[in-house]
């Protein structure tokens, strides 16, 4: 299994203001993703975290606004810009090692006031 | 896009008990996930199938990769207090640019009473 940190567990921010949020994984991995997980909702992918390079976005999900990093195969941020009450939601961040299996990290619970 | 249709939404049952749940799907998968996550954390992964017709069995849990590989279930037996959270099956088509992006159902909800 992959073991995965994300910085910060949780925050509370104002309205128009950017919070980035790290994931960090404990070796190498070939993939990368960020998801979203809305309040009793289920996760919706935003985008891949491609490493070197720009990241790969959903359907709904724009680099404006949600800037993702990837400088090395271990860790990549996610930047929620411009914040609204409705990004108020988890964030997560989820890796693949090998064999296609998708490992979490733990979550950042994000509040917008 | 592809969709996930999870049943039941949400469980209640006597410490025990057997749990079964489903996910269906509007197209094929060649991977099924899955996960259960509690209050606060992430989603931990229970059982990874990769192949149609696969059974996998994680200790009380079993999964099976339905044979149309639109399908998936998820089995509990004898259910304990701490069996409680929520249960997400998730699934990819590990074709061209869709390698790795998970569709997720909706979730079962299990309440275990002691």
């Known amino acids: 299994s992959a073991v995965i940190s994300q910085k910060p567990s949780r925050d509370i921010c104002q309205r128009g203001t950017s919070l980035t949020i790290q994931c960090q994984v404990d070796?190498?991995?070939?993939?990368m993703f960020w998801y979203r997980q809305q309040p009793g909702q289920s996760l919706t992918l935003i985008a891949t975290?491609?490493?070197?390079?720009?990241?790969?976005?959903e359907s709904g999900f724009v680099i404006d606004k949600f800037p993702i990093s990837r400088p090395n195969l271990t860790f990549s941020t996610l930047t929620v810009s411009n914040m609204s009450p409705e990004d108020s939601s988890i964030y997560l961040c989820?890796?693949?090692?090998?064999?296609?299996?998708?490992?979490f990290g733990p979550g950042t619970r994000l509040t917008v006031l | 896009g592809q969709q996930l249709n999870q049943s039941p939404q949400s469980m209640f049952i006597q410490e025990g008990e057997d749990v079964s749940m489903n996910c269906t799907s509007s197209?094929?998968?060649?991977?099924w996930l899955w996960y259960k996550q509690d209050p606060g954390e992430g989603p931990v992964l229970l059982i990874a199938?990769?192949?149609?017709?696969e059974l996998t069995s994680n200790g009380r849990l079993t999964a099976q990769f339905g044979i149309t590989r639109k399908d998936s279930f998820l089995n509990i037996s004898a259910s304990i207090p701490s069996d409680v959270g929520i249960y997400f099956c998730?699934?990819?088509?590990?074709?061209?640019?869709?390698?790795?992006?998970?569709?997720f159902g909706q979730g079962t909800i299990l309440t275990v009473h002691p």
């Open positions: 989820s890796a693949i090692r090998t064999a296609d299996t998708q490992y």
């Open positions: 070796s190498q991995v070939t993939m």
């Open positions: 199938l990769y192949k149609a017709g």
């Open positions: 975290a491609n490493q070197g390079s720009e990241a790969t976005y």
């Open positions: 998730a699934g990819y088509y590990a074709g061209g640019t869709s390698y790795g992006k998970l569709t």
């Open positions: 197209s094929i998968f060649n991977t």
